[in-house]
C-alpha cells in the first residue's frame, strides 16, 4: 500500500516528541486529544520539535514506508509545519507529500575497515588536525580534483542544502530539481574553485590523500567515523521517505524565498 492511499483511510496517528519543554507540552495535549498509538502501528507518524529532530526521527524511521508530518515545536523550523491541535486529521489528508532519496556513505578507514552510514541532509569531510586536507575528488570513476586543499568538503541533498551547505557558500537545491550539492569547506587550493551540482544518481568518490599527516573525519548527518582514508557516496536507492506538508507551507517557495533573502 503506497503512502497516498494510506492517507484515504482515517489515520492512525503516532506522536513522537523532543525532550524540549514546548515539545513534551505538545506531545501531552495532542495525545489527549487524538490519543496513543504506538509507532508500529501508525499510518502517519508527527514529530514534535525542530528539524534537528526531524533529522533524527527521519533515521528512525528510514526502514518504514510510514509518511512524516512534523510540527515545528523547536528551534528551526524549516522541515516542520506550524503547531496547531484541531484539525490535524484533516491537514494530513490534504498534506503535499515530498518524497525524499538519502545518501549513502561507504567509509573506509586506515585498518581498511569500511563502515556505512545514511544521510538526509549531507556527507561531510573535515580535518582532524590543525593541517588542511588534501583530498582527491572523483566522480563516476573520472577523477575530477586531483587534489583540494581545505578544512573538508561536503555533498549535500536539496533538503540538506539549506543546513551546512548554505553556512559554506553552497546554492540552494530546488527539491525536485534532481541535483546534488559539492561544496568544499573553506578551500585553500584551488582557492576559487566553488563546487559543482551533480546528478542526484552520481557517485563522488573522495581519496584522502596523506591522511597519517593529514587526518580526516568522515560525517554521514550525525554519524561521524575518524581517520577514514577513502569515502565513497551513492543515493540510497532501496530507501525512500515521505514528508508532508499543509500547502501553505510550500516547502518549494521556502527554498526559492530562501534564496533571496539578505
Keep these: 500500500m503506497t503512502a497516498a492511499s494510506k492517507r484515504q483511510e482515517a489515520p492512525r496517528i503516532a506522536f ?8 513534551q507540552q505538545a506531545l501531552q495535549e495532542l495525545r489527549q486529544h487524538y490519543g496513543t498509538i504506538a509507532t508500529d502501528d501508525a499510518t502517519v507518524i508527527i514529530p514534535l520539535g525542530g528539524d534537528g529532530f526531524m533529522l533524527e526521527t527521519l533515521h528512525r524511521f528510514a526502514g518504514r514506508d510510514v509518511p ?12 516542520m509545519n506550524s503547531y496547531r491541535v484541531e484539525g490535524l486529521v484533516e491537514r494530513i489528508a490534504t498534506a503535499q507529500p515530498v518524497e525524499l532519496h538519502p545518501l549513502e556513505m561507504a567509509a573506509t578507514d586506515l585498518a581498511g575497515i569500511c563502515q556505512h552510514a545514511i544521510a538526509f541532509n549531507e556527507v561531510s569531510l ?3 588536525s590543525r593541517q ?20 573538508g568538503i561536503l555533498l549535500c541533498t536539496p533538503v540538506g542544502s539549506t543546513a ?13 530539481a534532481g541535483i546534488l550539492g559539492l561544496t568544499p569547506i573553506s578551500a585553500f587550493r584551488p582557492r576559487r574553485w566553488r563546487g559543482a551540482l551533480l546528478p542526484r544518481h552520481a557517485k563522488v568518490e573522495f581519496t584522502i590523500l596523506d591522511p597519517r599527516k593529514r587526518p580526516v573525519a568522515a560525517a554521514a548527518d550525525s554519524v561521524e567515523i575518524a581517520n577514514v582514508a577513502r ?3 551513492t543515493e540510497a536507492a532501496d530507501i525512500d521517505l515521505t514528508l508532508l506538508f499543509d500547502p501553505e507551507h510550500d516547502l518549494e517557495e521556502r527554498i526559492l524565498k530562501e534564496q533571496f533573502d539578505p
Excluded at 170 to 176: A, H, N, R, S, T
Design 164 to 176: 551546512y551547505n548554505l553556512s559554506a557558500h553552497g546554492p540552494i537545491i530546488p527539491l525536485g
Design 132 to 151: 588542511a586536507a588534501k583530498l582527491r575528488v572523483s566522480v563516476d570513476d573520472i577523477v575530477r580534483l586531483d587534489e583540494l586543499m581545505a578544512d
Design 16 to 23: 513522537v516528541a523532543s525532550d524540549a519543554e514546548p515539545a
Design 231 to 233: 569515502v565513497t557516496v
Design 126 to 128: 573535515l580535518r582532524e
Design 68 to 79: 512524516i508530518f512534523g510540527m515545528h515545536r523547536g528551534s528551526v523550523g524549516f522541515l
